[in-house]
């Protein structure tokens, strides 16, 4: 399943946010790895609002896994300080329902799923 999740991260943080994003400690992208967090993405606006998108067999079993890791203790404290609110980032998180699942209606409309090449004329 996709889950989607938004928090807020400071915005006067923002830059110090993506600098460490853009260097993940490599324990911590295995830890992710393996206790399910798949086809994980993060997402920033200019304002501090952050999505994140990945998928998993429940959003329950992979904050489980990831807050039974040392690695996740480490890096909650480090970006804790980063967060508009107070308290360790994963906890904070907002999760999204879908409303919408087009690959989904498809289906149950009986049409092709998958990106079909439509000529523009």
């Known amino acids: 399943m996709r889950i989607v999740f ?4 400071d915005p ?4 110090i946010y993506k600098e460490a994003h853009a260097h993940v400690w490599p324990e911590m992208l295995e830890a992710l790895r393996d206790t399910g967090w798949g086809e994980y993405t993060l997402h920033l606006s200019d304002d501090g609002l952050l999505v994140g998108v990945f998928d998993s067999d429940s959003y329950d079993a992979a904050q489980a896994r990831m807050a039974a890791t040392e690695v996740n203790a480490r890096w909650q404290k480090a970006m804790s300080e980063l967060f508009a609110a107070d308290g360790a980032p994963d906890e904070g998180m907002v999760v999204l329902p879908t409303i919408f699942d087009l690959d989904a209606q498809l289906k149950a409309a009986g049409l092709p799923i998958g990106l079909q090449q439509v000529e523009v004329r």
Do not use: L
């Open 12 to 15: 006067t943080q923002i830059e």
């Open 6 to 9: 938004t928090s807020q991260v």
